[in-house]
């Protein structure tokens, strides 16, 4: 049983920052791409940043420039540091995560986390 734990979320002013972290545990042989997406009410899911184990960056235009995705291999975590937030980055934010256990490779969410900026 792997779980992913995301921390870091709450509320901030326009203009403010917060990390958010997302620690996988559990019998992990090794991860893969790490990822944060985020849902805002009446929206879909959709994807923020990723990162794979080379470290290559994937970003949503809307947070480029702002958002920072990074890893640590040795603890199996992923992190965001979000600058410059504005309102509309308000959202559930959620950890994402393909990981290899004993079966296999399989993908994983956290239970995400609310950030909320406020205006």
């Known amino acids: 049983q792997v779980q992913l734990v995301e921390s870091g979320g709450g509320l901030v002013q326009t203009g403010g920052a917060l990390r958010l972290s997302c620690a996988a545990s559990?019998?992990?042989?090794?991860?893969?791409?790490m990822g944060w997406y985020r849902q805002a009410p009446g929206k879909q899911r959709e994807l923020v940043a990723s990162?794979?184990?080379?470290?290559?960056?994937n970003y949503a235009d809307s947070v480029k420039g702002r958002f920072t995705i990074s890893r640590d291999n040795a603890k199996f975590t992923v992190y965001l540091q979000m600058n410059s937030l504005k309102p509309e980055d308000t959202a559930v934010y959620y950890c994402?995560?393909?990981?290899?256990?004993?079966?296999?490779?399989?993908?994983?969410w956290g239970q995400g986390t609310q950030v909320t900026v406020s205006s």
């Open positions: 994402n995560a393909d990981v290899y256990v004993v079966t296999g490779w399989k993908n994983y």
């Open positions: 990162i794979t184990t080379g470290t290559t960056t």
């Open positions: 559990g019998v992990i042989r090794s991860i893969n791409t």
